[in-house]
């Protein structure tokens, strides 16, 4: 046999059971790069770069472009003193654009996507790709195998190296780096609610300015029927109306630079000269406190930026680029500017800045304009919301909810009914509380900038880990960052009390959620593993088990992907039967956007061929939907059988035969395929490998004998157990499922007995069962109950 195929005979002497992994034809490494490049930014011809930086428009700067709205509004809430004023803060809002969407979002935070997916959770993920900072150990060397699972490695001696040690050595920094993550996305989340409050109030707040004596309670009304119009319709999903965002948000940002430039010429062209940052220096020079205050208006200038990058997916970054540079930048310059022109000569009409500065024939279209825009903003961050909790679900940090996919084209775009409800109620209860756009810019402010300072922060982890940066560049990055973020930060606390507690609040009570719940699954994780089932009591049994051997097969559901889990002893030790055939079925997430379908199942035998038993590992990434998954118990049989001939064929082959079929599987693959035998103090195989030429059943688990088998027995195997197995699925399926219940331990503290017992209990009762996400029938249902003390 060639050296590249030899195995060490340690692991044929040790008894250790051979297992196949599904994907036995593993491409050669060129092969492998032309597949992972599959999954990278491709390059696009230029009519087509133009037509994805169109689209984009709609998708990705609705938020960012209906800023204009109320920006000057929230930034001088009480009167304009001085019209230089006007001129500082413009200077303000032209740098804050130029520092923070374009240069550090658009060529910088964009290029740090996970295989384009976008936001604090694909940010997370390439990190836990790069280094061992996963809270729940479920992950094998095999996993990193995968096409879409980028990394790279680390010479010993640098500083990223130092890095990743850093990060594994303590659970207290793999829990903080989590913490920083879930409250980034507890934030977005807060935008979720705010966006559509302050966009959609804002733009209705047009139809009082031509009707002076017209109550705010009638805006405020109109802007709650647009709210509760635009949840009810979320059910739909973007990509049916999704053709119509992309020419409104382009007319949008022509209209309001048209406008722009007409004011300019109008009233005063010497506001350009606010592009010389010396008029902030006088500006707050002249304000003082109060300049500093008005911060967190100039910030609103900026919302949508952090959007940007969670809605990222589906379009390539150089299409992101080009249409924020092309047409974003310069229509929003001219906006504001156009705006701060008006005001030299209008100082009084700045509660009102945007309407009033419309040129009178154009007003309406304007402001039918400006409701769309307003509609699609408040789009894509809802978008974003339910994208993020589907990720949080994911990732073991968000109750089970209902995900409906709402787009065959697009993987992405989600519907979640429960929160969108819950959305909708918070955002009507904002509007409607507040009544004005002050103080919930005031909150806006405060979520935007937090999600802002935790992507800086994971952005340092990435230049170093995911690029390779020298630490001098990610800290001058950091640096930079910081001070401008931490300025508006600063800024923004000062009105915590005038409505920023509102994000505080909202994001407190999520975050709370998903800390309970993650801590809850990671120790009924931890319990499930240490009290598994070794394999020198399974083989005790025999291969009936100790019990009657029933025609069926029973699929038992579990997390673990390794080892007999508990719940399986616990059922065959209170009832008298169990299926002749039993797989054990362990759905997982990995920290990778999608799984390939032909990569995506690992089946292995578990103990000799006698005992029927098999098991199943059906791999999902944080952006595929698992869901109502109707062909998935097909998929897993068709898996079953491939592994079962595939077995058969390895037994028969000569030297060369398994050098084609088998030879490129990596040294990898078959470690974590050989890995749950080699943890028992007994393991038993089935099948042996040789150390000389051949593939062997070994007929006494105990005492094995390697013999060479021929071709035509092999396959007589392969029928007699498929027939058995396809008896066995006519039988019947039967899926059994763990109804688990978890409770602290009686000498717990007792904040984790109000964690465990309480909330994580309650949010258990209210979540979606495993029985509706596997789509399983009722008639073949079987719940096994337990309880686990942690």
């Given at each position: 046999?060639a050296?590249?195929?030899e195995?060490?005979e340690?692991?044929?002497t ?5 297992v196949l ?5 593993q491409?050669m490494d ?10 990278r930014?491709?390059k696009?011809s230029?009519?087509?770069?133009l037509?994805?930086?169109f689209?984009?428009?709609g ?7 209906t800023?204009?709205l ?7 809430p ?8 006007v001129?500082?803060a413009?200077?303000l809002?032209?740098?804050s ?21 976008g936001g604090?959770?694909?940010?997370y993920?390439?990190l836990?790709?790069?280094a ?10 095999t ?7 980028s990394r ?9 190296e ?15 780096l989590?913490?920083l ?5 507890c934030?977005v989340?807060?935008d ?5 409050a ?14 002076p004596?017209m ?16 949840f009810?319709?979320?059910?739909y999903?973007?990509?049916k109306?999704?053709?119509?965002f ?7 940002f ?5 406008i722009?430039?007409?004011n300019i010429w109008?009233y ?10 010396v ?5 707050f020079r ?8 008005s ?11 952090e959007?940007?990058?969670?809605d990222?997916?589906?379009f ?9 540079t ?32 419309i ?11 400006a ?13 974003a919301s ?6 949080a679900?994911?990732?073991g ?20 009914p ?6 909708m ?5 904002v ?6 756009q002050?103080?919930i ?5 405060t979520a ?7 992507t ?7 230049m170093?880990l995911?690029w390779?940066c020298h630490w ?9 960052s ?5 300025t508006y930060f ?13 994000p505080?609040?909202i994001?407190?009570a999520f975050l ?6 993650h801590?809850?699954?990671?120790k009924?994780y ?5 009290s ?5 009591w ?11 051997r029933v025609?069926?097969?029973?699929l038992?559901?579990?997390?673990l ?7 399986f002893s ?7 039967a ?33 005992f ?10 944080y ?10 118990e ?17 037994e028969?082959?000569?030297d ?13 693959s ?6 749950d ?5 007994t ?6 490998i ?27 195997t ?5 027939e058995?197995?396809n008896s066995?699925r006519e039988?019947?399926v039967v ?5 688990t219940i ?18 994580y209990?309650f949010l ?9 996400i ?5 008639e073949s249902?079987l ?8």
């Open positions: 046999m050296s590249g195929m195995i060490d340690e692991h044929e040790k008894g250790s059971m051979w992994d599904q994907k036995l034809d491409p060129e092969e492998a790069g032309r597949l992972r490049n599959m999954y930014e491709k696009f230029s009519i087509l770069l037509r994805l930086a689209q984009s428009l998708v990705v700067y609705g938020d960012l472009g800023s204009p109320y920006v000057f509004y929230n930034t001088f009480k009167k304009i003193d001085d019209p230089e004023d001129i500082g413009l200077s809002i032209i740098y654009l130029t520092l923070i969407p374009l240069l550090k979002y658009v060529f910088i935070v964009c290029r740090a996507n996970d295989n384009g997916q604090t959770f694909a940010l993920s390439l836990c790709r790069h061992k900072v996963k809270t729940i150990p479920n992950q094998h060397r996993d990193e195998e995968l096409t879409t699972y790279s490695t680390f010479n010993e001696n640098s500083f990223a130092k890095t990743k040690k850093w990060l594994e050595a303590q659970d207290l920094r793999k829990n903080a989590l913490l993550v879930l409250a980034g996305t934030m989340i807060g979720g609610i705010l966006t559509p302050i966009s959609v109030l804002s733009a209705s707040g047009g139809i009082k300015v031509n009707n004596k109550e705010n309670g009638m805006v405020v009304l109109v802007a709650v029927v647009i709210l509760v119009g635009l009810s319709m979320q059910h999903g973007t990509d109306v999704g053709w119509l992309a020419p409104i948000v382009l007319l949008w022509l209209l309001i630079g048209g722009g430039i007409f109008k005063d062209s010497s506001v350009l000269r606010a592009f010389s940052p008029h902030i220096y006088r500006y002249r304000q003082k406190r109060d300049g500093w205050s911060l967190g208006g100039i910030m609103l200038s900026i919302t949508g930026t959007a940007l990058f969670a990222l997916a589906h390539p970054v150089s299409a992101i680029q080009l249409a924020f092309v047409v974003v930048f310069p229509c929003l310059l001219l906006a504001y500017s156009g705006q701060a022109a008006y005001l030299m000569q209008n100082t009084d009409h700045v509660v009102d800045v945007f309407y009033r500065s040129p009178e024939s154009i007003y309406w279209p304007t402001f039918i304009i409701t769309l825009a307003a509609v699609v903003a408040s789009q894509a961050t809802i978008s339910f994208s993020l909790i589907k990720q679900v994911a990732l940090c968000f109750p089970r909810v209902k995900v409906v996919h709402t787009s065959k084209n697009f993987l992405g775009q989600v519907y979640i429960d929160m969108n409800w819950i959305l109620i918070l955002c009507i209860a509007t409607v509380g507040f009544k004005n002050s103080q810019g005031n909150a806006y402010g935007v900038v937090i999600v802002m300072l935790t800086t922060l994971l952005m340092m982890l990435i170093l995911v390779h001098i560049l990610a800290l001058i990055f950091t640096i930079l910081l001070v401008v973020e931490g600063s800024a923004v606390l000062l009105k915590v009390d005038q409505g920023g507690w509102v505080l609040v994001a407190g709370g959620i998903m800390v309970v719940w801590y809850g699954t990671v009924r931890e319990f499930e593993m240490h598994k089932v070794s394999m020198a399974v083989l005790g049994l025999g291969p009936s088990l100790g019990l009657v025609p069926g097969i029973g038992v559901y579990t997390e992907a390794s080892g007999v889990p508990r719940i616990h059922f065959i030790t209170n009832l008298p169990i299926h002749s055939a039993v797989v054990f079925v362990c759905v997982k997430y990995l920290p990778v956007y999608t799984v390939p379908e032909d990569e995506r199942f690992l089946v292995k035998r578990i103990g000799p061929k006698s029927h038993m098999f098991r199943c590992v059906a791999r999902y990434g952006k595929d939907l698992h869901r109502k998954d109707d062909d998935f097909k998929k897993l049989f068709d898996n079953l059988f491939l592994f079962v001939r595939l077995e058969s064929m390895m028969g082959c000569s060369s035969d398994e050098y084609s079929l088998y030879g490129q599987q990596t040294q990898q078959r470690d974590f395929l050989l890995k035998n080699l943890n028992t103090s393991s038993v195989a089935d099948l042996t040789s150390s000389v030429d051949s593939i062997v059943p070994v007929k006494s688990p105990l005492n094995a004998t390697p013999t060479v088998s021929s071709g035509p027995e092999s396959s007589q392969e029928v007699d157990e498929l058995f197995l066995c039988a019947g899926h059994i499922l763990g109804n978890v409770r602290a331990r009686r000498d717990s503290r007792f904040y984790k007995k109000i964690a465990i017992d309480y909330v209990a258990r009762k209210i979540c979606r069962e495993n029985s509706a596997f789509n399983v029938p009722h249902l719940n096994v109950g337990q309880i686990f003390y942690v």
